[in-house]
């Protein structure tokens, strides 16, 4: 019973192995049919994207089987499958826009190979490094203050980008520091209510049947709800503010099994909402947009200035059919300039068509899942609600974002996990798979009985 209990540890990786396989071919394949579709001839990067492909697959599978050879073994390959999916859509969008100079924007597929490779290296030195999770609860109160500095930093700088104040500049250098402050805050709610969740859980008043936290657990909860409505008023970030408020509730929920934090929380986002959308211009903006996405087609939507980039989408995605019009037979530049940010879902919609989006979609709900399984296999409480709160946070990004481009909520500008450009992004979600991979480890050695380490 021992040795079969053991010997399913190096079955995790021979089947992360033979998924890594398969996953760096689709992408390659991706690759080259893009570049045969668009320019007649193999890409003249294949042999980099090529070599970055299998050090992303297997840089990490490598290290996996040296200092974490019993964590799950979908998450990487998934992983590795939507950041190729991502070079793919991008290196496509670079040959359009190169041949629309008016647009006016600058390529993006080389940068993202290049926070690609130090996305893998941030995951790879949180594998080695972090050898049990649990080490993060020392510093709780610190790793929120450093998420909160970092959260309001944005708008203490000058400027903005397309209305919003997402990014702290650092010379030639950007940096959107809320990509890392969804990690810091489920860190920090991890600790929090592994300490606290007896008296969330077993203290407050019934009223009309249902019970209701007491006045001074409910702090913590007003405070994160004032705190994302700064968010919005200061900086009108929606998605961000969305996220963190969310993924509070949601740990909240996990921790206690109180419906009635998930019904304060739901009405503390309606009310704060409400009035930001109807109060800041920016926000209204975007509400008015997603109420009637077609008024910026007409005559006075001409006039006004309104924006026609959700109404451009949505032909796309119409246009794209079941199956799409073929990778690089599309025409994603009349979204604009978002095109490989924001909207990079219009052009699988486009191009790959319903059945695109929906692998798509199905990627990110395995990579959710396999995350949410982490937490429910994992036996101590700050590893259990980590998972939760790291997994919801990809879950909530990936509904705001494509909610957002589809119509079913407003727009909340920010960029899909893995597929759409940008640095902070790609390296905060490996940064994310790592500790899910680290937390996945640690439960399964627990959950084993121990003995001597197998061949493998």
Known sequence: MTFAALARAPDRRRTEAWLLALVVPIAVFGYVCTGLSMTGRLPSGLAVFTAVMLSVAWLPHLVLRRFADRADPLILPLTTLLTGLGLVLLSRLDIT???????????????QLMWTGIGVAVCIGVLILLRDHRRLQRYLYLTMAVALVLLMAPAFFPGDTF????????????LQPGEFVKIAIAVFFAGYL???RNALALTGRRVLGVQLPPGRQLGPIVTIWAVSLLVLVFERDLGTSLIFFGVFVIMLYVAT?????????????????GTVGSLEPHVHGRVTAWLDPMF???????????????????????????????????RPEIVGFAGNSDFILTTVGEELGLAGVMVVVMLYALLAQRGLRVGLTSRDPFGKLLAVGLSSALVLQVFVVSGGVTGLIPLTGKALPFLAKGGSSLVANWVMVGLLLRISDTAQRRREPVGPRPRT
């Open 97 to 111: 826009y190169a041949a629309t100079p008016r647009l006016k924007i600058p390529q993006a597929a080389p940068g």
């Open 163 to 174: 209305g919003a104040k997402r990014w702290i500049f650092l010379g030639p250098l950007s």
């Open 194 to 196: 592994t300490v606290n």
């Open 257 to 273: 099994e109180r419906t009635s934090w998930v019904l304060c929380g739901l009405l503390l986002a309606v009310v704060g909402a």
């Open 296 to 330: 910026a087609f007409t005559k006075e939507g001409e006039k006004a200035g309104a924006s026609q980039q959700l109404g451009e989408a949505l032909f796309s995605f119409g246009s794209g059919g079941i199956t799409g019009t073929g990778l690089g037979q599309g």
